[in-house]
């Protein structure tokens, strides 16, 4: 079982060979690049958000603060959404949802897809975003059951 160093070897692996793919569209900014890495190194720990991890305490730290800000901001319902859906992870067991790529690949298309009617100018960024986090994902993914297993969505 891979430990969090493989998996953010992984996680920038999936970064590279993810810029390789994007590169030929178009040529992005350092700055940009960096946090796009930051996303894929996320993505390669976030399956493991349902075991006491490191990526579990990184995402408790992240949502503790996205809650301040929902409250300054006075967002309720998206505090409310964000308030239940930090509970999950404590409700499943490991290796369940938070492994299966086509519950992943739904809530991120629904997160960009919420994106797209909070900040429609912004709908590229957070797709690069989106598809590095997602990038991340399948090399943790593939890391914990093979690649080939993988591939056959079940």
């Known amino acids: 079982m891979p430990q969090y160093k493989?998996?953010?070897?992984?996680?920038?692996?999936?970064?590279?060979f993810a810029l390789l793919l994007l590169s030929c569209i178009q040529p992005l900014k350092a700055l940009f690049l960096f946090e796009c890495m930051i996303c894929s190194l996320a993505g390669s720990l976030f399956p493991d958000i349902d075991t006491k991890s490191k990526a579990q305490l990184w995402c408790y730290r992240i949502i503790f603060f996205a809650m301040i800000y929902l409250v300054l901001q006075s967002s309720y319902f998206a505090l409310a959404i964000v308030s239940l859906l930090s509970m999950l992870p404590m409700i499943v067991h490991h290796r369940g949802i938070f492994h299966r790529l086509g519950f992943i690949t739904l809530c991120l298309m629904i997160i960009l897809f919420a994106c797209y009617l909070m900040v429609p100018k912004q709908l590229l960024r957070s797709f690069y975003y989106i598809f590095f986090f997602w990038m991340g994902i399948i090399s943790h993914l593939g890391l914990d059951f093979g690649f080939v297993r993988l591939l056959k969505f079940k």
């Open 6 to 16: 493989t998996h953010l070897l992984g996680g920038f692996c999936s970064f590279i």
